[in-house]
């Protein structure tokens, strides 16, 4: 009989195998290399796209290992940064291995906050160009989205399903 781990971070410092471990655990994905290859596919489609705005919890669990807890995740170069809600940051911090975990404030629950703060953070870090799926989004959540980046003076490219393609095609440890 199989069981799973309570949290990735169980088996975190272990490559992928193909089949179950030994010790009855189910393998954990490699979510680094996930995590470049949205990044690979949006390059594919904007080749001077910096980062992947990710806000679909579907897609960030599929990225982090998170169910819950972020509400933006954003992709970068070799690592990645979760933007998450104060009460949960401690379960985030444990199950989003090697993503930097920031909090809005201390109180980071209302979404337009939470939006100024992504696009202030992708700023910060001089990011010129990013991709962002729309179709995952509210209308209102997208324009104020667009707002922020323009009013910084960062490019927003639009993809959609970007993530979902890459959820579509099994990797060896989800057909375990």
Excluded at 105 to 116: I, N, V
Excluded at 134 to 141: D, E, G, H, R
Aim: net charge negative; with cysteine; proline share 5%.
């Amino acid at each position: 009989m199989l069981t799973l781990p309570a949290s990735p971070r169980q088996r975190h410092d272990q490559k992928c195998p193909v089949a179950p471990a030994a010790d009855g655990l189910l393998p954990v994905p490699d979510f680094c290399l996930r995590r470049q290859r949205a990044l690979a596919l949006a390059r594919g489609l904007h080749a001077d796209v910096d980062a992947v705005i990710v806000s679909d919890p579907l897609d960030i669990h599929y990225l982090t290992g998170s169910r819950h807890g972020i509400s933006w995740l954003v992709l970068l170069d070799g690592t990645a940064f979760a933007v998450s809600r104060h009460m949960l940051v401690s379960e985030v911090r444990a199950e989003a291995l090697n993503c930097e975990v920031l909090l809005a404030s201390a109180r980071s629950t209302d979404q337009t906050e939470l939006e100024k703060f992504v696009i202030a953070e992708v700023a910060r870090r001089e990011l010129a160009s990013v991709v962002i799926d729309p179709a995952k989004l509210t209308a209102q959540s997208y324009l104020r989205l667009a707002a922020h980046t323009m009013a910084t003076g960062i490019d927003v490219h639009c993809i959609s399903e970007c993530i979902a393609s890459l959820r579509a095609v099994k990797d060896s440890t989800e057909i375990a």
